[in-house]
């Protein structure tokens, strides 16, 4: 074996036996580097004559394929060796619990609302929003209720700076959906041809000095208003009555308007349901109050009260989920835990 033969087994040998890829790069240099043993073996073909420089040069240029050879399969041996230990290193234990990535899912009220909004909609009610900061005239002059009208103090609320306050009903939307309706259709009006009529829901937030199981500072309601020019208290019966057969899927609820009072109204009634079996069996539960408009609300929607007539409720959604699932404190809607909150999804 000539010495070039015997240099490049050499290197094969000392680079099989490296472990690691820097071991393996040290080992490297001692042949290919700057004075490795090839490199300073053609650096002495310079001194040779043209015909041995070929030779040699063809000689050292075999030796040194070689060498790279083992180098290039050497540094894959030892890459495959370094994955190989880490996914060894990285075996998953089957036994483990899974991480749940859990999905979110719609809060209980947020459920009622939606199926409120779905049912209204199919009996040709739209859905409307208002501002949660009200002025004074619309949450209580424009709706009968001038200032020291004993009605307010049941309606104690926060007070803003200039005037507002954080409405205490969804009723001013009654005035502030009327007065951009009539506007729409004012010409006809005046005109004495028809108005479309006034249909709609509009549910939000409302908010009053209150605070027990069943009264929280915030909470929700949904007004509802249908006008027209015969209108009358009986289509509230039916509508009303059908709403909640549908919402508690159950035919055989019964439903009762109790005279009451509502400076909005002439005449007014609170709306109890009585459901005919399950645990609240035979108890009448308070859902709504509800009335036809009163002439001086009508007026202020911009409206003639000897032409025109309607009826409007107020409903608690919140009840409504709280009579829907049996829950019996109506904090636990607003407390955020998710152990009461994930059972509706
Ligand atoms: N706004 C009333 C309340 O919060 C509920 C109500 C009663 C709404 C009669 C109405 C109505 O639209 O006609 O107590």
Redesign the pocket.
């Known amino acids: 074996m000539n010495e070039l033969d015997s240099l490049v087994k050499q290197a094969q040998e000392l680079f099989a036996a490296c472990t690691t890829p820097v071991e393996l790069e040290n080992a490297k240099a001692q042949y290919l580097g700057k004075a490795g043993h090839l490199t300073e073996r053609m650096k002495g073909l310079a001194k040779l004559d043209i015909e041995a420089k070929k030779s040699q040069g063809a000689l050292i240029n075999a030796a040194k394929q070689a060498i790279e050879a083992a180098l290039n399969h050497c540094r894959e041996q030892l890459a495959l060796a370094e994955l190989n230990a880490l996914l060894k290193a990285e075996t998953y234990d089957v036994t483990l619990p899974g991480s749940l990535h859990s999905q979110g899912g719609l809060h209980p009220v947020s459920l009622s609302l939606e199926r409120i909004e779905q049912i209204f909609n199919s009996m040709g009610f739209e859905v409307a929003q208002g501002p949660e900061i009200e002025t004074d005239w619309f949450n209580f002059t424009a709706?009968n209720t001038p200032e020291d009208h004993p009605a307010r103090s049941?309606?104690d609320t926060f007070y803003v700076e200039g005037g507002y306050l954080l409405r205490?009903?969804?009723?001013p939307m009654?005035i502030r959906y009327a007065m951009a309706h009539v506007q729409k259709y004012q010409a006809r009006i005046d005109a004495g041809q028809a108005m479309p009529e006034i249909r709609v829901i509009a549910p939000g937030r409302?908010y009053r000095v209150d605070s027990d199981a069943t009264h929280s500072p915030m909470f929700h309601?949904c007004?509802?208003?249908w006008i027209g020019e015969n209108i009358s208290f009986k289509d509230l019966k039916v509508v009303f009555t059908d709403f909640c057969k549908t919402f508690f899927e159950n035919e055989d609820l019964v439903l009762r308007f109790r005279p009451?009072f509502?400076p909005?109204?002439e005449p007014?009634?609170?709306i109890d349901i009585q459901f005919p079996s399950g645990p609240l069996a035979g108890r009448w539960l308070e859902v709504?109050?509800?009335?036809?408009?009163h002439p001086n609300v009508v007026r202020n929607m911009g409206l003639d009260p000897e032409r025109f007539i309607g009826?409007?409720?107020?409903?608690g959604p919140d009840r409504l989920t709280m009579l829907r699932y049996g829950v019996n404190d109506l904090r636990l809607f607003f407390d955020g835990d998710i152990r009461f909150l994930s059972q509706f999804q």
């Open positions: 709706l049941m309606h205490t009903h969804t009723s009654q409302t309601q007004e509802g208003l009451s509502f909005f109204t007014g009634a609170e709504a109050g509800s009335g036809q408009v009826f409007a409720f107020g409903m």
